[in-house]
């Protein structure tokens, strides 16, 4: 079931379809690892691998780049003043695989495992303007940025967002990208915009970059190629 759930998400009768199963069992199954968080739900209540499997990977160290994220994060939380996240797609959501918030005082807080739509918000936008153009029509559909608004993400390497996802709150992401250019996570800074600005990008779109730009060279020397 985890591994018909890694190409992409599924409904139940996706589930049966794609493991033989019996409809029953497949849903005893699935209700069974969402309760362990093996597995979760997008948007759309499609079924898709958990944050618990993220969290595992994480402790085996098999992750390079989320064994290298912390520190990284941290970084960043102290240069911009607030909190950092990581982001990962998975299908119609993205999900934070890391997180420092703030110390203290007013702060948006995402938690590790959290699911965000990717309809809003500048980590949604990243996420998406390395995406292959003709896949982009749908995932466009209702969201807060348009095309061009992409193609202005990919020409200077990050994205700002105010009151997107949430009233109140801005945010600054740039791409974490493996050597082959293939996207791969979004790292981002977010807070109120009281501090950030309606330009949040002004005041921290290099210290983001500089970050995703760390994550990428731990992809490089990996050898990560996708």
């Known amino acids: 079931m985890l591994a018909a759930l890694e190409r992409n998400p599924l409904t139940l009768a996706g589930l049966v379809n794609a493991t033989g199963l019996a409809r029953p069992t497949a849903h005893r199954l699935a209700v069974a690892l969402e309760h362990h968080r ?18 595992l990977a994480e402790s085996a160290g098999e992750d390079p780049l989320l064994a290298t994220a912390g520190p990284i994060l941290t970084r960043l939380r102290d240069i911009t003043g607030e909190s ?40 949604a936008q990243v996420l998406l303007a390395w995406e292959d153009p ?31 996802r949430e009233s109140g709150v801005a945010s600054v992401s740039a791409p974490v990208l493996a050597p082959s250019g293939r996207m791969i996570a979004a790292v981002s800074a977010s807070g109120p915009i009281e501090r950030l600005t309606r330009n949040p990008g ?10 995703a730009e760390r994550l990428s060279e731990v992809l490089r020397r990996n050898g990560t190629a996708e």
């Open 84 to 123: 950092a996240q990581l982001f990962r797609r998975q299908g119609d959501t993205r999900i934070c695989v890391a997180a420092v918030e703030r110390p203290s005082g007013l702060r948006d807080t995402v938690p590790v495992g959290a699911q965000l739509s990717m309809k809003a918000g500048s980590g």
């Open 38 to 55: 093996f597995v979760g739900r997008d948007l759309q209540g499609r079924f898709v691998l958990g944050p618990r499997l993220i969290e």
């Open 134 to 164: 003709e896949r982009l029509d749908k995932a466009l559909e209702g969201a807060s940025f348009t095309l061009a608004t992409l193609a202005t993400v990919r020409r200077r390497g990050w994205a700002q967002s105010v009151s997107e």
């Open 202 to 211: 002004r005041l921290h779109a290099p210290a983001v970059m500089a970050a």
